[in-house]
């Protein structure tokens, strides 16, 4: 186990403090509750299990916990991966909401004043916003100039919390594009939506079924599909094979990994299937796609397979194919 991604009680900890953690291995395990955390990771993927979520964090993209959130992480990887990961105090969330919800005179007249209620943050990977990804960048190099801790470093945990607030207001109006009529409804429905997507981003490599996906999220098939296009803007079986092309091609250029290996390691049950939807979405079969990034010609592949009227072609079938 790596030394660091757990804290040592006696200088951080949980709950009582913000602190920063960060580490490098290759393999690690735990299994605990935390407080409310930021998961960013690099060089490699780290999978989380909380609550009905499945969850995988690799670089550009960072995962969000909820304060006393009971989760476990493992990490077991053939490259060191390395973790950089933010934990805030107990109810820092609510006291930086209220200070930005109250007005100053208030404040003035009443420090106590203004909404106490608990924050709730959607739990899911995001990709970080330019502001956030400058916030965590600032607390990334207090921790290597050996700042991380004192009045500085309060500062910049209140502008990263500031920024998490308002792109967490930006992501709860993201669930009116789904069609119900109450608003709770929606947010609801958007959150359950989430556990699927979550799922297909973490587990591609799994067999998956639309049945399972939706057992997962506890919804039927057609509201999971009808939230689910509203929010992504796609259907699971179209998100779970660009994710699993997306990979195929990053083994294809940077592996000697077969394409019978990469096929099976992915998930598909034939390697033609593979074959086939690869040419679909790339514009060339996957042997040819690594001839030509090994010539730094990957641009000469033809792109998505247009069908006759003109859209890209994609297969509708059975999610688990």
Not at 99 to 117: H, I, M, N
Not at 181 to 207: G, P
């Amino acid at each position: 186990m790596s030394r660091g991604l757990r804290p040592p009680a006696s200088r951080y900890p949980l709950f009582e403090r913000n602190f920063i953690l960060k580490a490098r291995s290759r393999f690690h395990e735990w299994e605990g509750v935390g407080p409310l955390s930021i998961k960013t990771f690099s060089g490699g993927r780290a999978f989380y299990r909380a609550g009905r979520g499945y969850y995988g964090v690799e670089g550009g993209r960072y995962l969000l916990l909820n304060e006393h959130e009971t989760y476990s992480v493992s990490i077991d990887a053939d490259e060191p991966v390395s973790s950089f990961c933010v934990f805030f105090k107990r109810g820092f969330a609510e006291r930086v909401l209220k200070e930005l919800s109250t007005r100053p005179d208030r404040l003035l007249e009443d420090p106590g004043a203004g909404q106490t209620a608990s924050v709730e943050f959607v739990q899911r990977t995001y990709v970080p916003s330019p502001e956030l990804a400058s916030a965590l960048g600032a607390i990334r190099r207090l921790d290597l100039d050996g700042e991380a801790d004192g009045m500085r470093a309060e500062a910049h945990f209140h502008e990263l919390m500031r920024i998490l607030l308002t792109d967490q207001a930006k992501v709860r109006r993201e669930a009116a594009r789904i069609p119900a009529l109450r608003a709770s409804t929606r947010e609801e429905l958007m959150k359950r939506a989430a556990v699927a997507y979550e799922y297909v981003e973490a587990c591609y490599d799994r067999q998956v079924t639309l049945e399972g996906l939706a057992r997962l999220a506890c919804l039927s098939v057609n509201h999971l599909l009808t939230a689910y296009r509203a929010m992504y803007g796609t259907t699971p079986y179209r998100h779970l094979v660009d994710r699993r092309i997306d990979q195929a091609k990053r083994w294809l250029r940077h592996t000697d990994r077969t394409v019978t290996d990469i096929a099976l390691s992915l998930g598909f049950e034939e390697v033609s299937s593979f074959n086939k939807r690869f040419n679909q979405r790339v514009g060339c079969s996957p042997t040819a796609y690594r001839r030509f990034c090994e010539n730094g010609q990957a641009e000469a592949c033809g792109g998505p397979v247009q069908s006759e009227t003109g859209t890209p072609f994609m297969d509708e079938g059975a999610i688990g194919r």
